[in-house]
Nanobody, 123 residues
Framework: QVQLVESGGGLVQAGGSLRLSCAAS????????MGWFRQAPGKEREFVAA????????YYADSVKGRFTISRDNAKNTVYLQMISLGPEDTAVYYC????????????????WGQGTQVTVSS
């Protein structure tokens, strides 16, 4: 079992930036890949980014490539999502997730989820 807690969400103006954090606890010795998803009002949850346990492999949705960067600090059991050039289309609840294979996160729903953090981008 892995517990995930997100933080760092908030209100930001278009063009601004935010950094989300996700702290993992529990079976963090199992070397999970980590990812971020988001769900906008009235829309389905969508994949945003994923990172392998080592940090050597990262994956991004086309909509965020070049603007979002996923990273992790295994010593702190924390994964980050640095977001720049935010636009109103990025407004959503952002969820942290964990599972075995980073590359699969865009296809197979991960096993573990956080409670989400709201990101609101004003125009």
């Amino acid at each position: 079992q892995v517990q995930l807690v997100e933080s760092g969400g908030g209100l930001v103006q278009a063009g601004g930036s935010l950094r989300l954090s996700c702290a993992a606890s529990g079976r963090t010795d199992s070397r999970y890949a980590m990812g971020w998803f988001r769900q906008a009002p009235g829309k389905e949850r969508e994949f945003v980014a994923a990172i392998s346990w080592s940090g050597g492999s990262t994956y991004y949705a086309d909509s965020v490539k070049g603007r979002f960067t996923i990273s992790r600090d295994n010593a702190k059991n924390t994964v980050y999502l640095q977001m720049i050039s935010l636009g109103p289309e990025d407004t959503a609840v952002y969820y942290c997730a964990a599972d075995r294979v980073a590359q699969a996160m865009g296809v197979i729903p991960p096993a573990y989820w956080g409670q989400g953090t709201q990101v609101t981008v004003s125009s």
